[in-house]
């Protein structure tokens, strides 16, 4: 590489028209059908918070000031050092920004961004899923890429696509990058620290520091702008960390510069005294410059285009159709639980140790005063292991969610075929399996009653407190980041319900303002159902005559008389109602589940 001083500066008046000066002319012929991105006079605040619960004060902060800039098909870098608003400023152009705080206007071809912008552009994250086990670093950022490239974008966003990869992997990566930006491709990413021959890929070059801008130009153009801002960059010094080093304080050319000025003293200066002038010095000093007047003539010139144009995109669709998205959705989430079988496979596990274990403590059980107890005591236990084992169910949208948001506002799919798609796959197996197995087992080691329509009637009573459960724990676990807290606040819930649920205390001695608390307890109705399946018709005073109507006064003979004293309806409307009420509560948890994904948080 030449030294610093040998480089040409030229102003932009000067270049060529298509701010693509320096390439050959093959090059720009593929460039005429591109889209071009233009943001004028963008700014974004956060609010920031801190100091203690009664202490905690509110305060904003800019991260990014006044940047403006064209990017057009080809390779489009944003530079800069950490917390420089790199990454700010891609969400911000990609529309993946919470608008609040954001101010300034962003124009494809000089009009507004559409509704649907964001599924007709692609952005690739910093990559790093459970999907991507088993691959190379490399591999896995070109799967990322192809995985947007599905639906032709013609402008494509990516986070630091280099990070984490070796600098070969790296090149490779900015290389196929480069072919299509040739093929008329807009693609705009940030980068760290890019080696040489990654940078001279480069076709457009962004530097930010602070949120603000101190070059946006031809990348080729930049050390000629920085040389005439008096920062000169050393022979075969990477002219990417000549940037960064001059916008830090480091360059030695800077130093040079300070001891020029003011002697030694300025150089032991502190970095975060310094830094802060130093940064105001080069962004005022590229307001002042060629590059900064023409950028702004020309955005100038896509304001008037914005107000004559109208928007040519079509209204939000999809590619596909709602039965389409199911499919393939449910599909992968059904092959990523086969691929990682380590969780469904112990749950089977435990359930039939489980089972076993329950089977051999309360083994054939009799039809005595003792059988009324360990039958109460059997079916309170598994009514209740089956709402603290669908506490799992926490995890199917709380380890997926930055998944899911990615590729819901890419435009994968609608929230209602992900949300049924997970259900299908997921829940319905992995909740409908354990209870099938678990009566399978039990039923015929207790020795409960000898009918086929009890058996069936057990089966299904498990499965609907297990499928009741897991919805209560998807409404409270969507939209979560942290499946602590969830699972927390499930336990809790289950605990409180448990006291309600008929077996520690009689719900007909609870005092009238506090009983209205047993409705809302999932145990209940299943362990109410679970009883009234297995003690209706039964008889555990041997001897006693039933059909003469006789009578025990020291104890209770009968189910009948058992269900009554808990204030079981005998009727089958008494059984029922209690599936009644599983299914509404499903239908409320599942409904607030989906409402809480659809209006998720889904900006960055």
């Given amino acids: 590489m030449s030294s610093s001083n040998d480089q040409v500066f030229i102003p932009m008046s000067q270049r060529n028209t298509n701010g693509l000066s320096g390439m050959p002319s093959n090059d720009l ?40 800039g064209i990017m057009r098909p080809g390779l489009n870098a944003i530079l800069g050092p950490t917390g420089g608003g790199k990454s700010s400023l891609l969400d911000v152009l990609a529309a993946r920004k919470d608008p609040q705080g954001l101010s300034g206007d962003v124009l494809i071809n000089g009009a507004p961004q559409p509704a649907n912008f964001k599924c007709t552009s692609g952005y690739v994250v910093q ?47 900015l290389l196929l990058l480069k072919r299509m930006s040739k093929q008329g491709r807009t693609i705009i990413f940030s980068i760290h620290q890019p080696r040489y021959s990654i940078f001279k890929l480069f076709d457009s070059l962004t530097l930010l520091a602070s949120g603000r801008v101190m070059f946006h130009g031809p990348a080729q153009e930049a050390l000629g702008y920085f040389a005439s801002a008096g920062h000169h960059c050393e022979s075969y010094n990477n002219p990417a960390d000549f940037f960064l080093d001059v916008i830090n304080g480091d360059s030695s050319a800077v130093i040079s510069n300070r001891e020029d000025e003011g002697g030694e003293a300025k150089e032991t200066e502190e970095p975060s005294k310094r830094e802060k002038p130093l940064i105001e ?132 799919y609608r929230v209602s075929s992900y949300f049924f798609g997970k259900l299908l796959s997921d829940l319905l197996p992995m909740r409908m399996l354990p209870s099938i197995i678990f009566t399978c087992i039990t039923y015929f080691l207790l020795g409960l009653k000898p009918v086929v329509e009890s058996f069936f009637i057990m089966m299904f009573t498990l499965m609907m407190v297990a499928f009741t459960a897991s919805s209560m724990a998807l409404a409270i676990a969507a939209g979560q980041s942290v499946v602590s807290v969830a699972t927390l606040l499930m336990t809790i819930t289950f605990v409180f319900m448990m006291i309600f649920s008929g077996l520690l205390v009689n719900l007909t001695t609870i005092v009238p303002w506090l009983s209205w608390l047993q409705y809302f307890s999932i145990p209940r109705y299943g362990y109410t159902a679970l009883r009234h399946n297995e003690f209706l018709g039964q008889n ?65």
């Fill in 281 to 412: 010095k080069l962004a005022e000093f590229y307001v002042n410059s060629a590059f900064f007047r023409d950028t702004k003539a020309e955005l100038d010139q896509f304001s008037g285009v914005q107000k004559k144009k109208s928007v040519v995109f079509k209204e939000l669709t999809y590619a596909t159709s709602f039965c389409h998205q199911l499919k393939w959705i449910a599909k992968r989430s059904f092959k990523n639980l086969l691929g990682n079988p380590q969780a469904s496979i112990a749950e089977i596990i435990v359930t039939i140790f489980l089972g076993l274990i329950i089977g051999a403590i309360f083994y054939d059980l009799k039809h005595d005063p003792t059988g009324i107890q360990n039958r109460a005591g059997v079916l309170f236990f598994l009514t209740t292991n089956q709402c603290f084992s669908s506490i799992s169910a926490v995890e199917l949208f709380v380890v997926e969610k930055k998944l899911f948001t990615h590729e819901y506002i890419s435009g994968y």
């Fill in 29 to 68: 012929k593929s460039f005429t059908k591109g889209v071009v991105l233009s943001f004028h006079n963008v700014c974004y605040r956060v609010k920031v918070k801190s100091g203690f619960l009664l202490a905690r004060k509110t305060t904003e902060k800019e991260i990014l000031m006044n940047v403006n």
């Fill in 127 to 173: 990559v790093g899923t459970q999907f991507t086990r088993g691959v190379s670093g490399g591999e896995r950022k070109r799967t990322s890429i192809g995985m947007e490239l599905i639906t032709d974008p013609s402008i494509l966003f990516l986070d630091e696509p280099t990070t984490g990869l070796d600098s070969s992997t790296a090149n490779a990566v």
């Fill in 540 to 604: 555990f005073c041997p001897g006693l005559n039933v059909t003469a109507n006789n009578t025990c006064s020291f104890a209770i003979c009968t189910g009948e008389e058992y269900l009554i004293i808990q204030g079981i309806d005998l009727s089958p409307w008494g059984l029922w109602k209690n599936h009644v009420a599983l299914a509404c509560m499903i239908v409320i948890f599942l409904t607030i589940a989906y409402l809480k994904l659809l209006f998720l948080k889904k900006f960055s």
